[in-house]
């Protein structure tokens, strides 16, 4: 694909909801957790209809700051740029850029992202004892790893990042 294909892709993806079937497997999953106090969502539309399905009638608090860190490929031309990738080739370069700091967020961006989302959820967790966060597995890898450098929470050291699988962690 090339580089506008692929971020259409990625537009599409930010966009999309849950399937049909796909919200009957979750409904059918998270019947056996514990109703949270409290769910914080991302604004996108696949973790805000899953942070619903999660709540089972808690209160859900929209906030965009827990959105997945954006990626897009540049417009720029250049050899590697102009030229059509497989979806796999364009995901490495993404990664990449990351580390370089190559907007839209690269890595120091996305940290101080997540270090703002650290101070919401600490707000949060002084009212509810059982709170879920509904993100996006980079964001919230990210989220995690500092939380956990902070000494803020303790559990699996990388969280699920199977579609919908939560992850329990506890509050230091």
Known sequence: MTKTQFNAYLEDYDLAGLSTDEQNRLRLLYASYPVPELVISSDLPRALETAHLFARGAEVIVDPLFREIPVKVPEASTWFLDRRWPSEMWWSYLRSAWFFNIPPEGQTLSYARCRDAME??????????????????????????????????SGRRLPRISFGEPTTYRWR
């Open 120 to 153: 919401e959820i600490m707000r949060y967790q002084q009212r509810a004892q059982r709170m879920a966060v509904v993100s996006h597995s980079g964001f919230l890898l990210v989220t995690v790893h500092l939380l956990m450098k902070a000494r803020r929470l």
